[in-house]
T-cell receptor, first 108, second 110 residues
Framework: ELKVEQNPLFLSMQEGKNYTIYCNYSTTSDRLYWYRQDPGKSLESLFVLLSNGAVKQEGRLMASLDTKARLSTLHITAAVHDLSATYFC????????FGTGTRLKVLA | EAQVTQNPRYLITVTGKKLTVTCSQNMNHEYMSWYRQDPGLGLRQIYYSMNVEVTDKGDVPEGYKVSRKEKRNFPLILESPSPNQTSLYFCASWDGYGYTFGSGTRLTVV
């Protein structure tokens, strides 16, 4: 059974600081996705990582995928308050398995 | 504009009263799914569909039905809702690279 674990579950950080969210999964997968969710809202696609070594960046967020280690990271650079949200990773194809989510709070 | 449209956004109903949550996509995608989101349990797949008239169970299908009579529509049916089906529901449409999610339906069963 495929399991997807994220850590940390909660993250409170100061503006301007850097941090990394980790996503580990238990079985082989070449695809990994990152989503953002604001409270009470839908899921917004951030990154689609399709191969080992894939790295994508958008603004202050950068995601990478190591399929051999079954690990993806979402790195936040110089956090700003607008990045406060819950971040999910997901693995698979049309049968996504989601990670537990990381609730990020950026303090001014 | 490419989108996944769910209705209603909010619904309060009573135990046992049949209800349908509608979902429509305008992207001509073959794959569609339903997920529910619960605090502490995350997002779990209820059902998915690979094309018209082809559906399969996800991880938590009990108490739900779906149908796929047209490619664009994928309704979620609760024949006899119970309080443990109180949740936030998302419909999603797959383009081969990832899912696009609808805006969600917050269902409360009392």
């Amino acid at each position: 059974e495929l399991k997807v674990e994220q850590n940390p579950l909660f993250l409170s950080m100061q503006e301007g600081k850097n941090y990394t969210i980790y996503c580990n999964y238990s079985t082989t997968s070449d695809r990994l996705y990152w989503y953002r969710q604001d409270p009470g809202k839908s899921l917004e696609s951030l990154f689609v990582l399709l191969s080992n070594g894939a790295v994508k960046q958008e603004g202050r967020l950068m995601a990478s995928l190591d399929t051999k280690a079954r690990l993806s990271t979402l790195h936040i650079t110089a956090a700003v308050h607008d990045l406060s949200a819950t971040y999910f990773c997901a693995v698979g194809t049309y049968k996504y398995i989601f990670g537990t989510g990381t609730r990020l709070k950026v303090l001014a | 504009e490419a989108q996944v449209t769910q209705n209603p956004r909010y619904l309060i109903t009573v135990t046992g009263k049949k209800l349908t949550v509608t979902c429509s996509q305008n992207m001509n995608h073959e794959y569609m799914s339903w997920y529910r989101q619960d605090p502490g349990l995350g997002l779990r797949q209820i059902y998915y569909s690979m094309n018209v008239e082809v559906t399969d169970k996800g991880d938590v299908p009990e108490g739900y039905k779906v149908s796929r009579k047209e490619k664009r529509n994928f309704p979620l049916i609760l024949e006899s809702p119970s309080p443990n089906q109180t949740s936030l529901y998302f419909c999603a449409s797959w383009d081969g690279y990832g899912y696009t999610f609808g805006s969600g339906t917050r269902l409360t069963v009392v």
